[in-house]
């Protein structure tokens, strides 16, 4: 009877461990809607797997990061990603890497979050003021700094963050995220260029604005996004 009491023990604890052990994988994508007829379905989470005998150099190939990006636009910046979208090679691996250009006086990476991955970003070329923007639990606190040629910056998962160019010629900053497809939230675009419109009285109360402005505002991004 000991015997048996100490066995069930085991694999109770075995259980326990299990289940503890046990999580969802992470979203790689914006959503994932479950359905019950796998005819119906357009991909998993992620992306499907190339039978791993057919895999061959070019698909872990990319090239033009050394091309520079068109800053001529009204942020004056440009992003090259590399993700799983374009590199196919990356699916699984948990990573992916962005190359950012900065026109000189001002060319901004504007306040943006990443959802799904963490950022670490170096300098190649220029002067960049870069910072971000603790959650609510620590109270919002900003975290800024200066960089220069060679310096680097890590941007935490989640959190708001930005660049800006605050020297007098381009800038060139090359940067990894810990996600095969990181994803990225415009703060200023979801907010007031989303589709449909965010209802104005929401936003005018949420930023203690006048609601004209704010329909001033989604009129904007609305023209941009067209």
Known sequence: ???????????????????????????????????????QALFVNGKFCKNPKLANANDFFFKGLNIPGNTNNPQGSNVTTVNVDNLKGLNTLGI????????PN?????????PRGTEILVVLEGTLYVGFVSSNQDNNRLFT?????????????????FQVNIGHTPA????????QNA???TIANTVFGSDPS??????????????????NLQKK???ERN
């Open 106 to 114: 001002g060319g901004q990476n504007p306040p943006h979050t990443h």
């Open 1 to 39: 009877m000991k015997g048996f009491d100490f066995l069930s023990t085991l694999l109770i604890l075995a259980l326990a461990s299990s289940i503890a052990s046990a999580y969802d994988p992470s979203p790689l994508q914006d959503f994932c809607v479950a359905i019950d007829d796998p005819k």
């Open 96 to 103: 992916s890497l962005v190359r950012i250009d900065y026109a």
């Open 145 to 161: 700094k200066i960089l220069n040629k060679g310096d680097v910056f890590v941007f935490p998962i989640g959190q708001i963050h």
């Open 198 to 215: 965010i209802y104005p009285d929401v936003l005018a109360k949420a930023f203690k604005l006048d609601k004209n402005i704010v329909i």
């Open 183 to 185: 994803g990225v939230i």
């Open 172 to 179: 060139v900053a090359f940067a990894g995220l810990s996600s």
């Open 221 to 223: 991004f609305l023209a």
